[in-house]
């Protein structure tokens, strides 16, 4: 059995969305920019894809960037919200995704802005009354703290954020790439100035994402060069990869509660059975709860055992178990999570990520209890 | 005859069948994220990336370490730009490029006079080309950069790009050139050159992914990055990789690199008769100089008509350009064949041709009776 439980970085594109997208790669093929009907057909497909996403968010059209990622978008409203608003003084916490964090201190680096760290404690949760403390002392902030955490799953409440933030007269920008096509965002009751999408982590294609902002925020553009994107982004546009985000979002939306309904099954019966069957099992932050966490991550904390010390994701894999100890993009790294760090988290003990998506089976749940139960001696 | 012909391969070209073919896999089956470390599923992206960069750095004869993926050509020009701007922090700095580079230099350029550099535009004769002495003369000591294009997309003209990097090499400054129109056209000598943009959608490729060569071993700096985050491509530009366009231009690479020089001559054939053709008629001329320029180019100027008028009638039955897509939204005239000295009514009435993949001798001949028939409505 080969089980995919590494959602969280990736997901397999629906066949839908590959549907869609092909036609923009034979047939339509024109640059959408050019005026002969080679390029207006495209251009007809990009502005209806941007038409669907902003009526799934309750957005307007105008509000909607395509972008070449959540990475990029994340870096556009940071880089280009503190510029064009000059903005002093940004503030977001130690277990943001790096797009935000190393973005905010390469900025901080740069003598753009100051950078302050709101405290997390050990579940992983924000500090909201340190927050406050910091918006008052730094009025006109800007802001960014992630809407549900990528390894522990924490979901933060934004709207209690972003109305703190408006107090102060500060710019809130959410990483939403976690919760975007999994949770609703509704974008005429969310606070926030601006929110982040990558295709790729609701089955729709890579290389495709986009940015939020509201309308009443201008910003100046990250990529400069044409007037794609009512000059708010140059380049070519991706159009198939913005055919197919916008129909992966579609596809997320149409039965939203019911892939829901069918992966929060999968976790609880996950954690029940991790908690009946490994000794000393825990998890990391507040991903066993279930109100309080993504329902696609599970984030597994594991007692100390020699053959497993360091060893736990290779022995998965020797499994056929996919999974992760962290964020995709900094697994490469040897120095560790950064965000299980930041928890304080026991070095001694094995973490492991796993994330789930609707084509997740209980099959595969109960196969990967038996492994770990395997690989940490337990008694069949 | 299927109508509209389409003669605006400079704008994008479809994907060649075999690049589609090879790109599907990797949508939903091989879906892995290349920064996963842990599973098979990353090894497997992570593999088909490396061996993409491979197949590029063949084609225009580079190192495969020295290409880092973009999401296009206009994202590869602003990190190169931009990154070296940035790389040289508190200095006055100064640029050097030419009034008929594409928008996405232009404006970049724009933006860092904005930010306090220096930028001077060199100009053209009336054949599109630079003259290497002015170049010279106009070199200071704090020139950090000269960015000239390979070829020009409008004309496609080509620079005398060994000179020019010859002359920065004298003078130790950095020599970027935006090759988006010549990689897989023409043989590309790169010996000297520190920075070089390339768009896969240009040469039968997927929209939405770009490389910029960032050439090692020498001791000016290299571009700061522009898109912060996970540390992919060597830090030098974050964000998950988009494994399915990466592989599609690879492939596309490849392709080029064998047919290239075929391809070459059968289309100088059809340009020639295309171009002949179309100068017989009163009141034509041809832009730019005959000599150094792509095969598949021509660009032609027709007096007596009102430009827009002219091309929405040519683009009833044939996909034209009067410039670059990326302005072609704009009433104005190309700043290209401004920049030639050729005024703004004739500029208008320019159409620009290119040929491409699927071009045969029939399409030629329609284009060129309807090229005509259209003439003889307009100027009775």
Redesign the interface.
């Known amino acids: 059995m080969r089980v995919y439980f590494d959602n969280a970085a990736t997901t397999a594109m629906d066949g839908r969305v590959v549907e869609a997208m092909i036609p923009f790669m034979k047939d339509h093929y024109g640059n959408p920019s050019s005026v002969h009907s080679h390029g207006r057909e495209v251009r007809t497909a990009i502005e209806r894809a941007r038409k669907k996403v902003a009526e799934l968010l309750n957005a307007s059209p105008s509000e909607i960037f395509f972008t070449s990622g959540g990475t990029e978008a994340d870096n556009t409203a940071l880089v280009c919200g503190i510029e064009t608003y000059g903005i002093q003084h940004a503030i977001t916490s130690a277990i943001e995704h790096h797009a935000v964090l190393h973005t905010l201190e390469h900025c901080a680096q740069k003598g753009k802005v100051k950078l302050s760290l709101v405290k997390v404690n050990e579940k992983g949760d924000i500090d909201l009354d340190h927050l406050e403390e910091l918006l008052r002392s730094n009025p006109n902030s800007m802001v960014s703290i992630m809407h549900a955490n990528n390894e522990i799953g924490n979901i933060n409440d934004l709207s209690a954020i972003g109305k703190l933030v408006k107090n102060y007269g500060g710019f809130f920008h959410s990483d939403t790439v976690q919760t975007m096509g999994h949770y609703e965002h509704d974008l005429k009751t969310l606070p926030v100035d601006s929110l982040v999408a990558g295709g790729h982590k609701f089955h729709g294609p890579k290389g495709s994402g986009f940015l939020y902002i509201r309308k009443d925020k201008k910003i100046h553009p990250f990529i400069y060069g044409g007037a794609q994107e009512r000059n708010m982004r140059g380049g070519t546009e991706n159009v198939i990869g913005i055919v197919g985000i916008a129909k992966a979002l579609e596809l997320a939306y149409e039965d939203m509660s019911g892939h829901r309904a069918h992966i929060e099954n999968l976790k609880k019966h996950f954690i029940e059975s991790l908690k009946q069957q490994i000794p000393e099992v825990s998890f990391n932050g507040r991903s066993a709860e279930m109100q309080h966490s993504l329902y696609t991550v599970l984030n597994v904390s594991l007692p100390y055992s020699e053959e497993n010390s360091g060893m736990l994701l290779f022995n998965l894999d020797l499994n056929g178990i996919s999974a992760s100890g962290g964020s995709a993009c900094s697994s490469g790294a040897s120095v560790g999570s950064h965000v299980l760090r930041s928890l304080k988290a026991d070095p001694q003990r094995e973490s492991v990520r796993f994330s789930f998506s609707r084509f997740n089976t209980i099959e595969e749940v109960n196969y990967t209890v038996e492994k770990l139960k395997e690989l940490y001696g337990v008694p069949a | 005859m299927q109508y509209?012909v389409?003669l605006?391969y400079n704008?994008?070209?479809?994907?060649h069948?075999d690049v589609?073919e090879k790109?599907?896999p990797w949508?939903?089956?091989h879906?892995?994220?290349a920064?996963?470390?842990?599973?098979?599923?990353?090894w497997i992206a992570e593999d088909a990336v490396e061996q993409a960069r491979e197949q590029i750095a063949q084609l225009i004869g580079v190192k495969s370490k020295e290409v880092i993926f973009?999401?296009?050509?206009?994202?590869s020009?602003?990190l190169a730009i931009q990154g070296i701007f940035?790389a040289y922090?508190n200095e006055n700095q100064h640029f050097i490029t030419c009034a008929t580079e594409?928008?996405?230099?232009?404006?970049?350029f724009?933006?860092l006079e904005s930010k306090g550099a220096e930028v001077t535009y060199l100009g053209v004769n009336s054949k599109g080309e630079i003259d290497l002495s002015e170049l010279q003369a106009c070199i200071q000591t704090n020139t950090k950069m000269i960015a000239l294009m390979w070829a020009n997309n409008e004309t496609g003209i080509i620079h005398p790009i060994q000179k020019i990097a010859q002359i920065a090499a004298e003078k130790q400054i950095i020599f970027f050139t935006d090759a988006v129109q010549a990689v897989g056209k023409i043989n590309l000598d790169i010996e000297g050159i520190h920075l070089l943009a390339l768009?896969a959608?240009k040469f039968y490729g997927?929209?939405?992914?770009g490389a910029l060569y960032i050439r090692h071993n020498h001791p000016l700096p290299k571009p700061a990055?522009?898109?912060?985050?996970?540390?992919?491509e060597k830090t030098f530009r974050?964000?998950?990789?988009?494994?399915?366009?990466i592989v599609g231009m690879g492939e596309a690479a490849a392709i080029r690199l064998q047919n290239m020089q075929i391809e070459n001559r059968r289309l100088a054939l059809l340009r020639d008769r295309l171009e002949n053709r179309l100068l017989e008629i009163n009141g034509t001329q041809l832009n730019g100089s005959k000599a150094n320029r792509l095969t598949h180019v021509s660009n032609i100027s027709f007096a007596g008509v009102e430009g827009e008028e002219f091309?929405r009638m040519l683009?009833k039955k044939?996909?034209?350009?009067s410039g670059s897509?990326?302005?072609?939204?704009?009433p104005k005239p190309s700043h290209v064949l401004a920049a030639m000295g050729i005024d703004s009514d004739l500029g208008r009435a320019s159409v620009r041709f290119s040929l491409g993949l699927d071009t045969t001798e029939e399409k030629v001949d329609a284009a060129i009776s309807h090229v005509k028939e259209s003439l003889s409505v307009l100027r009775s």
């Open positions: 509209p389409y605006d704008a994008t070209t479809p994907c069948p589609l790109m599907v949508f939903s089956q879906f892995g994220n920064a996963s470390k842990n599973h098979p599923y990353g973009t999401s296009g050509a206009t994202e020009i602003n940035n922090t594409h928008k996405a230099v232009l404006d970049t724009a933006y768009s959608h997927p929209k939405g992914v990055p522009l898109i912060w985050g996970g540390g992919h974050s964000g998950t990789l988009n494994v399915p366009g091309l683009n044939i996909a034209v350009s897509a990326c302005t072609s939204i704009s």
